[in-house]
């Protein structure tokens, strides 16, 4: 259970929840040219505001929830091990999957699928980041051994 955890991009959840919403909204767009998923993001998620006038929107739920998730996928890519260079790698099929529904679906052309489509590639690219620094100092690569 621990290897499939360490294995699993939690970035996915994110996008398998907006894929859902995206499928079955229909791709109808209105008289302004907006599609039906726009429209459904925009929408306030809760009928009182927030605070003042603010009323927070499904798709500002979804960003907030992506961004919990990038957290732990940051603190989980510190980790070495063979689990984490799958995870790096089910992480770019992710983040390959994502800008492909971007480019070619109309449904995924939205501000809160390329802000989550965005944070896909900083999590393989902090990631990969992160595992060849931590590497580096685990081997003492360079000129610092003694």
Not at 17 to 35: E, K, P, Q
């Amino acid at each position: 259970m621990r290897l499939i955890f360490g294995i699993f991009p939690l970035l996915a959840i994110p996008i398998v929840i907006y894929n859902m919403m995206a499928l079955t909204s229909g791709g109808a767009a209105d008289a302004s040219g907006a599609s039906a998923i726009a429209m459904q993001l925009a929408n306030p998620a809760t009928g009182t505001p927030v605070f003042g006038a603010w009323r927070v929107t499904s798709g500002d739920i979804l960003v907030i929830l992506s961004m919990v998730f990038f957290f732990v996928e940051i603190i989980k890519s510190t980790a070495t091990g063979s689990s984490t260079i799958a995870n790096h790698a089910v992480s770019m099929l992710v983040f390959i999957v994502c800008l492909v529904e971007f480019l070619l679906l109309p449904n995924f052309q939205t501000s809160v699928f390329f802000i989550l489509t965005f944070m896909c590639l900083l999590d393989v690219l902090a990631g990969v980041v992160v595992t060849i620094v931590s590497a580096r100092r685990d081997f003492m690569v360079g000129d610092n051994q003694g």
